[in-house]
């Protein structure tokens, strides 16, 4: 009887230290999961931190380890998250535009960063790009399909004539860019991607006077995100980082909430240069010192570029603050600081050529 | 009946050495556990305080790094590429007053528990105050310092003059 009573109370002492250690190790392996999908954040942020600073470089990341994970980005509310999904990890940040597809599942990220300038430079734009999409490119656009072509060099594009010609691969996904708004609109989604998950295709459109749609498929035909049409707000010329931002954002929804993080920082920006009271058309910041230095020389070309003549800084950079401001508030008048930023830049140059000095 | 007694006697004796003896061993047990929890916990502590410190590291140089490639101070030539490690002093006398004015609202997520000055060491010594945020009551702090040209274009007759200077970085945990 005693023996038998030790055997029982051995059997429960021993599955309760058994039970023990098995507790034990499986709070480790979620503490160990916890710390590494926020060491992943971290070393992530870092990196996206670095890269968004060094301009015009282009950044190829071996992600291979983290191919068992699902990166995600949103932005709402003008807050960026990244993290990992269903993990706790997560950072959030209101400041830097970051451009991505709202999941990432790949073995090699591309982080490629370019300068937004309205006239002056705002910041820099980071665009986050997998490896398994691939950009197909079409369109009449031909100045741009070059442009685009040569500058993604490491990326999965390729140029093709039109939808028929699109040759998909298994396991990745597509992204087609319309430059000239010609091929998706009135179309169907090509035969060769209807076996693809809805989320896997979509589109970027531009269309004239620089607007972009975004469109997503939907079974065999195309739904467009946007209800309205989203204007790019860029000065022509190469490199357009809001042109480039449109083609590696998810959807129109990430892609406004982060250039209303540019918005805002070109809003500070015109204070820096203008001071506070450009605002009511008076000279502050940088261009106050200008306009200062130059008061006394009346008959200066200087003094007439900054305040004098028709066109003048003070009054581009009053209309630049009072059309940055209204731009955040309503797309429609995002024309008027394309205009504005233009009119800027032309003083500016005006101003290097017959004063030896810049505004920006 | 005597010999009972003895037994019994013996029998006692025995059972409390093996009381004490097992008593001990738990003593032991207990003085080698509590060991281990304490070495565990400082061990814990370390472990947390250089974790703490390699992030504040981080912090400093992401910081420094943010602060030099900063568009409200670079020194831009237009559409060009804007010259390296080199900060606008007529920025600067901008930034200073447009930056405390939006400290909390906006450039708090940037830098933080820091403060940020712009020390110039030729020609003159002019210093900047960009950002000075200190943690209250704050434990440790990392600075970090960087050499930088300052370009005034109003000081030169043809050209900008240039002046160097440093920045300076700290930051607070």
């Known amino acids: ?360 | 009946m005597r010999i009972n007694d003895m037994k019994n006697k013996k029998m006692t004796r025995k059972g409390q050495l093996q009381m004490t003896e097992t008593i001990a061993i738990l003593f032991i047990f207990f003085i080698l556990l509590l060991f281990g929890v304490i070495f565990y916990f400082r061990y814990q502590k370390i472990a947390f305080q250089e974790k703490q410190e390699e992030l504040l590291a981080a912090r400093a140089m992401e910081s420094t790094l943010k602060a030099l490639f900063m568009p409200e101070l670079i020194c831009s030539r237009g559409e060009a590429e804007p010259e390296d490690n080199c900060l606008d002093v007529l920025k600067l006398n901008a930034t200073q007053e447009t930056i405390q004015q939006y400290l909390d609202e906006y450039y708090f997520e940037i830098f933080s528990y820091a403060t940020i000055t712009v020390q110039e060491t030729y020609p003159e010594n002019k210093m900047w105050v960009l950002y000075d945020k200190p943690k209250p009551e704050f434990t440790r702090k990392e600075p970090t310092f960087f050499v930088v040209t300052l370009r005034d274009e109003l000081a030169g007759t043809e050209q900008p003059e240039y002046g160097f200077g440093y920045v300076s970085v700290t930051v607070y945990s």
């Not at chain 1, 230290?17 to 992943?40: C, H, M, P, W």
């Not at chain 1, 670095?50 to 470089?57: C, F, I, L, P, R």
């Not at chain 1, 006239?119 to 490896?131: A, E, N, Q, R």
């Not at chain 1, 830049?345 to 000095?357: G, Q, Y």
């Open chain 1, 1 to 360: 009887m005693e023996v038998t009573f030790n055997w029982v109370y051995i059997l429960i002492a021993g599955a309760v230290i058994l039970l023990f250690f098995v507790g034990l190790v499986a709070r480790q392996k979620t503490v160990s999961e916890e710390r590494l999908s926020g060491e992943v954040v971290e070393i992530m942020s870092s990196i996206l931190a670095g890269a968004g600073v060094s301009e015009k470089t282009k950044n190829f990341i071996d992600a291979s380890g983290l191919a068992d994970y699902t990166l995600y980005f949103q932005c709402l509310d003008g807050v960026s998250e990244f993290g990992i999904k269903d993990r706790p990890a997560r950072t959030q940040n209101s400041i830097d535009p970051i451009f991505a597809p709202h999941e990432v599942r790949s073995s090699r990220i591309v982080t490629w960063s370019l300068p937004y300038a309205m006239p002056f430079k705002v910041m820099d734009f980071l665009f986050i790009i997998p490896s398994n999409v691939k950009y197909y490119v079409m369109g009449n656009d031909a100045d741009f399909v070059n442009e685009f072509l040569n500058s993604t060099e490491g990326i999965e594009r390729i140029y093709v004539q039109g939808l028929p010609q699109i040759e998909p691969e298994e396991n990745l996904q597509v992204r087609i860019i319309d430059t000239s708004g010609t091929v998706i609109p009135g179309s169907n989604v090509p035969v060769q991607l209807q076996s693809f998950e809805d989320e896997e295709v979509s589109a970027v459109v531009f269309t004239g006077a620089n607007q972009v749609d975004f469109y997503q498929k939907q079974g065999s035909s195309w739904k467009k995100n946007n209800l309205n049409p989203l204007r790019v707000i860029s000065l022509p010329g190469e490199r357009d980082a809001a042109k480039y931002a449109a083609i590696f954002a998810a959807d129109d929804q990430l892609y406004w909430c982060n250039m209303n993080k540019a918005l805002i920082r070109m809003e500070i920006l015109t204070k820096v240069y203008g001071g506070e009271e450009v605002a009511y058309g008076e000279a502050g910041g940088k261009l106050g010192e200008l306009i200062n230095y130059y008061k006394d020389d009346i008959s200066s070309d200087c003094r007439g570029h900054l305040e004098q003549y028709n066109e003048n800084a003070l009054d581009a950079l009053t209309k630049l603050s009072h059309a940055t401001s209204a731009c955040r508030l309503q797309q429609g008048s995002c024309a008027d600081l394309i205009d504005a930023a233009d009119m800027l830049k032309k003083i500016n140059d005006k101003l290097r050529v017959s004063c030896s000095v810049s505004l920006y």
